[in-house]
């Protein structure tokens, strides 16, 4: 079966733009999250949305936003870029994204640069 | 706050040689452990996980992690590592309180031929 596709996989910004970005998940997987991943910090989780509410959520700014629709795609928006915002974006998904099931499928990121 | 630390940020090792990725984690209520793999040009994918149960924990390609819970540990091993084993490595955590994913910063492994 397809994997998560994540678009676009490569974008350019400049400061004060917004962005948005968007994942499909594997099909029946209904949890979303978004990581940023940059060489410094590694991994770090963004939100997770579950059946179109947020679950759960990371330590980032209001900038960032997210959603998830009914057929459970997702977008997450970063407004007002920032120079430190350059990063590659992950998008995860997993049938119940509950402790107890664990398993993330990764797509393999829309890679951001904001000039 | 909870934190996962990963000892090694950069191991270059030879073929044949046995590997050991250090991973230890600060929250001490039950958690689910986690290695994931980023091969160059791939997404991450999962190696192993560990959530209940024996404490040593088989995964893909010939690698295993030990769970040893006195010293919030869960190191990543191999005993005789491949070129193609190149890649970055995360250990991760989800504590059953938030259901939050943390994971290290990453270890990047490079094998020379």
């Known amino acids: 079966k397809a994997g998560v596709t994540q678009t676009p996989r490569y974008l350019i910004k400049t400061r004060g733009q917004q962005v948005t970005l968007s994942c499909s998940p594997i099909s029946g997987h209904r949890s979303v999250s978004w990581y940023q991943q940059t060489p410094g910090q590694g991994l770090q989780f963004l939100f997770e949305y579950f059946s179109e509410t947020q679950r759960n959520k990371g330590n980032f700014p209001g900038r960032f936003s997210g959603r998830q629709f009914s057929n459970s795609r997702s977008e997450m928006n970063v407004s007002t870029l920032e120079l430190g915002d350059s990063a590659l974006y992950l998008c995860a998904s997993s049938w119940s994204g509950r402790a107890d099931t664990g398993e993330l499928f990764f797509g393999e990121g829309s890679r951001l640069t904001v000039l | 706050a909870q934190s996962v630390s990963q000892h090694n940020h950069h191991v270059i090792l030879s073929e044949a040689a046995s590997l050991e990725l250090g991973c230890n984690y600060s929250y001490g209520g039950t958690v689910n452990l986690f290695w994931y793999v980023q091969y160059p040009g791939q997404h991450l994918q999962l190696l192993l996980k560990y959530f209940s149960g024996d404490p040593l924990v088989k995964g893909i390609k010939g690698f295993e992690a030990e769970f040893i819970k006195s010293k919030f540990s869960f190191n990543l091993r191999k005993p005789s590592v491949q070129w193609s084993d190149t890649a970055e490595y995360f250990c991760?955590?989800?504590?059953?309180?938030?259901?939050?994913?943390?994971f290290g910063k990453g270890t990047r492994l490079h094998i020379l031929p």
């Open positions: 991760a955590v989800i504590s059953n309180r938030d259901d939050k994913i943390i």
